[in-house]
């Protein structure tokens, strides 16, 4: 595991361009009308998806190092002077964009930190172009794999509610979004909790524990599946985990077993899980293999996995992918991005809200603080920055400053711990899989009072 | 436009170590045991996703630059020797990695094919770890984008279902799977329907028309919506489309309106979007604005759209974001990648068949036939490659012999046009929102007998 502090990153290096038009039109506006105020904008989300407790943070890596080397290409400029849209704006927008950078400041809760709506999971503070125009990617990075560090979590709950704990593994490079999307996902599984991935380059490049099994394709290259599975014991004498549902499970399990006790393990991943694990436990035991493991895919959630290991399903790791990868209940974790404060040039602030129905935006920078004690979390409390609250541990930390980041990329084993610490200090009825009452998140009365003065100044104007 | 016909391909150069580890292995086990039967396999879906009642191919130009572009970087070779499962592998397996390319043939359906259950969307031949190796990468590209084709086709459905048809905008971006999925993401949509896209990166690297207006930030960066308003009029006097939710629609719309007969339009982004269109769209024509047209966006999809149009919502364009891009209702294709025919030194063909609980696999390379006149499809036909059909059209063609493409990009204009004609074949009762009856696709009698000989062989050795 000593790669993960090495290789934290991924080589990640789009395009400025990977944005909405918006963000580049509002730039060349706020750029044309000389408008350059320090402003603050936080990342938050309003709402839980539909039967979730929590949320688990993840993405700042990739956010922070997209921050660091934030810039436009030569062509790109050319391009967008290009577009119709940019015709009429100030020329010397174009020798601001060859020069621009991200120069701001940057809070943030750190990877696997369990969360809450309304607490901001990121604060940027800088003139406004930059601080407007990261708002589209850090969205998407922030949002997938704070999505499925938060289902990752869950499954890991589920692996953890038998009566002995499983591990999962995350198979679902197939079912991802793409190809980089593939890798964001298990590195957000790894932190969330998965025990190791599939995914060979994030072994590489992530540091992550790597496992496998065979296909059913390596099956149905032979004539039959004994020869298929002597053929793979000889290649690989020491790591023969063998997928014996091909044909038929039960005379799988019997083929497998003549391999003798070498063989690690075999998986399953169709039909009844529960009698077929038995079934095929039993196969095992009988030859002899009692440490030879049962791993079970296909479908596989929390849910499912939570039901089999009541009903004591003898399955040792539960490979999980589809669920996962693409957070199937969940897709969209529908984080926002919205302007809090700004400062003028005479030094003044002012307070932004937005007053939409069902998609209000409070005012100020702020901070979460966590009451806890050794019993776990308490309740949080929402305030401005400004605030000094006692009892209380503040959540967000400042990790960029001048556009450069404070400290060295934290260890995925560390965030993955972090996480798993915190799962255990959550509120037991939080950590059901079925959705409870909502964890306390309080307002301090300055920011409520902020709020509702800058709801009757807009009513009163309107 | 004719920059699509120029710009067609996404730079994705991704490591091939973006697979899972399993691949790796057999492709060890396949070349330990000296076995490069020239394989067949074939990327289907077994069944459609709920409420769906087709699907539209796309992903199969990056499938092809994948292809063309295989191989393993020196490092790559060192990080999988580290791997213990390999320890045992023939020593020759990592020479051969250093020379590793595709050499096989590809057979497809054209990007933007409308197809059904068990028809090929891909049909791959090469030597065995070839063909294999490859399976990780083919699924996530081509499940992704042809759920994203086939989610557009529906909105564009919708978007023709009114009294007169309206446009969509892909403004999905942020909620994508990262920001190369936001890509991928776009290029679909366009395929399937979209009209435009936010995302400026595909304006320049695919040649897509990009749009956007502006955000509730820059309202908010004024003192006063009026004032933010005259701002962005200001710069983009040829260009104004104003978001004007941020404190009051009504009163936004009346701001909006002031500026007189230059602004091209307005945006709803919350709220009861029927009765707010109808009221914005009177303010404005008493404003005398009655081109202005009105963009609605904000959690749209195809339900909500077809219900808009059908009580004569005033809405010009719809932006749509986390539904189109995620696939919100399906956000996995369940593609699955089969061995179907190996071919063995003998020249002797060996057909595979899976039997596994609720996953078949049909034996044989295959080819999808389709009946049509000029009042639309009639119905499908699945055969044996080596089948001639009259009064059918072959549906898959040979793009790739030799791991050479044998034909230039298609543009995407192509490729949305294409989707869009056989969306008016499309039987009409097909193009309904809702699930209806299955279209027919049948299987030809030596399709049949074949997989039928295989099954009762399978179950007699057992």
């Not at 070498?262 to 694990?277: A, K, T, Y």
Request: proline letters at 6%.
């Amino acid at each position: 595991m000593s790669q993960i502090a090495k290789l934290p990153l991924l080589p990640i290096q789009h395009s400025t361009l990977i944005t909405d038009l918006y963000q580049l039109t509002m730039a060349a506006g706020y750029f044309s009308q000389q408008m350059h105020q320090v402003s603050t904008f936080e990342l938050y989300v309003r709402r839980l998806p539909k039967g979730r407790n929590f949320l688990v943070a993840a993405g700042l890596e990739q956010a922070l190092s997209y921050l660091e080397n934030l810039s436009f290409l030569p062509e790109e400029i050319e391009f967008l002077r290009t577009l119709p849209e940019f015709a009429t704006v100030n020329p010397d927008f174009w020798g601001y964009l060859k020069q621009f950078k991200f120069e701001g400041e940057v809070w943030a809760l750190p990877e696997g930190t369990v969360f809450f709506p309304y607490e901001p999971i990121l604060r940027i503070t800088a003139p406004v172009i930059q601080a407007q125009l990261v708002e589209t990617w850090l969205l998407s990075l922030i949002n997938y794999q704070t999505s499925v560090a938060s289902k990752a979590a869950r499954i890991w709950l589920a692996c953890h509610s038998g009566e002995k704990p499983v591990e999962f593994v995350d198979f679902g490079a197939r079912r991802a979004h793409g190809p980089e999307a593939s890798v964001l996902a298990t590195r957000a599984a790894y932190i969330g909790g998965a025990a190791a991935t599939a995914n060979v380059y994030a072994g590489m490049h992530l540091g992550l524990p790597v496992k496998g099994t065979a296909a059913h394709s390596w099956t149905m290259a032979f004539e039959s599946e004994p020869e298929a599975f002597a053929a793979y014991h000889q290649t690989f004498p020491q790591h023969t985990t063998l997928l014996i549902d091909t044909y038929d499970t039960l005379q799988g399990a019997r083929n497998a077993a003549k391999l003798g006790p070498e063989i690690q393990g075999v998986r399953l991943d169709s039909g009844d899980f529960l009698s077929l694990s038995r079934d095929v436990r039993q196969i095992l035991d009988q030859a002899g293999l009692p440490q030879a493991k049962i791993v079970v895919s296909g479908d596989m959630n929390e849910y499912k996995i939570q039901e089999l290991l009541s009903t004591q399903a003898p399955i040792d790791v539960f490979g999980v992918g589809t669920e996962l990868t693409t957070c199937i209940d969940a897709p969209s974790l529908g984080g926002v991005y919205k302007l809090v404060e700004q400062v003028d040039p005479q030094g003044q602030t002012h307070y932004r809200v937005k007053l939409s129905s069902s998609k209000l935006s409070y005012p100020g920078a702020k901070q979460v603080w966590r009451f806890e004690s050794e019993a776990g979390f308490g309740h949080d409390l929402l305030t401005l920055q400004s605030e000094a609250i006692d009892g209380a541990n503040p959540l967000l930390t400042c990790v960029m400053q001048n556009g450069k980041r404070l400290n060295a990329p934290v260890p995925l084993s560390e965030s993955r711990s972090h996480t798993l610490a915190q799962l255990a200090l959550l509120p037991e009825n939080q950590r059901q899989l079925l959705s409870v009452e909502n964890y306390p998140v309080a307002q301090s009365p300055a920011l409520k009072s902020l709020f509702e003065s800058l709801q009757s100044a807009h009513q009163i104007e309107k």
